[in-house]
């Protein structure tokens, strides 16, 4: 590598973070700046919905990563990539190797200096790893109002505390992950809540009608469900739905989902599909430019297909991948899968890869006293997909052997007894990485 190499990443996402580890594995020296516009930074997500966290508990990463990592950190918005420099919306502001805690970020009057009123960092090479952004459909008269919100950042969180203050009722658009976890996130605000999800269960892509039912009857102990409709319009105070029916909503949260953002690619002359379109080893279409995360399409080894698979593990790997690259030290990136993990209300839910694929072999447990579904399915021996609500213990497990691709044939029907285990796998599995997965 030579020594003139300046590596730049757009973004400060868990890819991001994952590439920056692996580049100081392999070099030590290369000189690395991320560009971002987040103010909080390397936070775990999923915990935003929760309004009691605490800073120890938001951050994956210590607070003095860059720091130690000696990696340069850029406030400011990336518009394009021009030639080999990024161009910035505005000047930008740098502070060499520095991360504070987040209530020391909150304003950018400390930065030690601005880029001497130049909008272009230069690169050698590049990771895009923006992740992605809330779906806001344009159908929705009044989606853009003041009482209109998304849950996806910790300033999202934040407004939307103080936006409830004094308020009595909110509204969810969408009924999936993001959904749920906005509606739990209200009711600890002291909201009635009502769901409006335009399928006819919740998690309608990932659920079956079974496991649907279970987690729908759950979802209407807390909170108002409404199903097989759809907000045609926002108010200051009432949402109208597509029959008519007219509902108090303080508040609206926008949970349909996420896309993967390809704002910067597509002004960049970056091919696109779904996601930011790059090879085995995270490479885009133009040289030297790598993606990786939430942004990105990549390969969905149950389905074959390519496709954004928006989700942790996947960002993660595919960060280290492409870091791994960067550094030249060549890795391949052999695909992923989709995973759901979320507790509804109290109640845990996972979901694994093609859950409700209906050419498989079904294998199903089901106790509904103690709210228990678990269900694998099975297609040319091999497990593809899998649903548990309820009992998860041993939801990694299935994880390692659907990426395993193991055989399954000989002991499926053992899968949800109570003694199994590893010792069903077989050996050559065993002494290798079958082990389980983070969900």
């Not at 769901?195 to 987690?215: C, H, Q, R, T, Y």
């Not at 108002?224 to 739905?241: D, F, G, R």
């Not at 979901?351 to 694998?376: A, C, M, P, Q, R």
Request: charged share 25%.
């Amino acid at each position: 590598m030579k020594s003139s190499e300046k590596i730049v990443i757009i973004g400060s996402s868990v890819a991001a973070i994952s590439a920056i580890e692996t580049i100081r594995e392999k070099n030590k020296n290369l000189p690395i700046t991320v560009i971002t516009k987040d103010t909080d930074l390397f936070y775990s997500r999923p915990l935003i919905s929760y309004t009691n966290f605490t800073d120890e508990q938001c951050y994956y990463r210590d607070k003095n990563f860059f720091r130690k990592n000696n990696v340069d950190l850029i406030f400011g918005e990336a518009m394009s990539v021009k030639n080999s420099s990024v161009v910035l919306k505005n000047k930008g502001y740098i502070k060499p190797c520095v991360i504070s805690a987040r209530s020391e970020m909150k304003s950018y009057s400390h930065f030690t200096r601005s880029l001497d009123n130049k909008k272009n960092v230069k690169f050698s090479k590049l990771l895009i790893a923006v992740g992605g952004k809330p779906i806001i459909p344009s159908n929705i008269a009044g989606i853009n109002g003041k009482n209109v919100f998304t849950l996806t950042t910790i300033e999202d969180a934040d407004n939307i505390k103080k936006f409830c203050k004094n308020k009595k009722h909110a509204v969810v658009i969408g009924c999936g992950m993001i959904g749920i976890k906005s509606a739990e996130f209200l009711k600890c605000l002291g909201l009635d809540v009502s769901i409006v999800e335009l399928m006819d269960k919740p998690f309608a892509s990932v659920l079956d009608d079974k496991s649907g039912k279970i987690i729908a009857d759950e979802i209407k102990k807390h909170a108002k469900l409404i199903l097989n409709n759809s907000v045609y319009e926002i108010k200051e105070n009432q949402c109208i739905l597509k029959n008519g029916e007219k509902i108090s909503a303080d508040i609206v949260i926008c949970a349909i989902g996420v896309v993967p953002n390809l704002d910067i690619a597509k002004k960049s002359q970056i091919k696109t599909n779904r996601g930011i379109v790059v090879d085995k080893f995270m490479r885009t279409s133009r040289k030297n430019i790598y993606a990786a995360g939430d942004c990105t399409e990549a390969m969905d080894i149950l389905s074959g297909k390519k496709m954004p698979i928006p989700i942790w593990p996947v960002a993660y790997r595919q960060g280290a991948v492409a870091g791994s690259n960067i550094a030249e030290i060549i890795m391949e990136y052999a695909g992923g899968f989709g995973r759901n993990s979320v507790d509804v209300f109290g109640l845990p839910l996972i979901t694994l890869g093609l859950s409700n694929e209906k050419s498989g072999e079904e294998i199903v447990f089901s106790d509904e006293k103690s709210k228990v579904y678990k269900k694998v399915i099975v297609k040319d021996g091999k497990i593809i997909g899998a649903i548990f609500i309820g009992d998860i213990s041993r939801a990694g497990i299935f994880t390692g052997m659907i990426k395993d691709g193991i055989d399954v044939s000989n002991f499926k029907n053992e899968i949800f007894s109570e003694n199994f285990g590893y010792i069903y796998v077989p050996k050559e599995f065993r002494s290798k990485e079958v082990t389980p997965i983070e969900i």
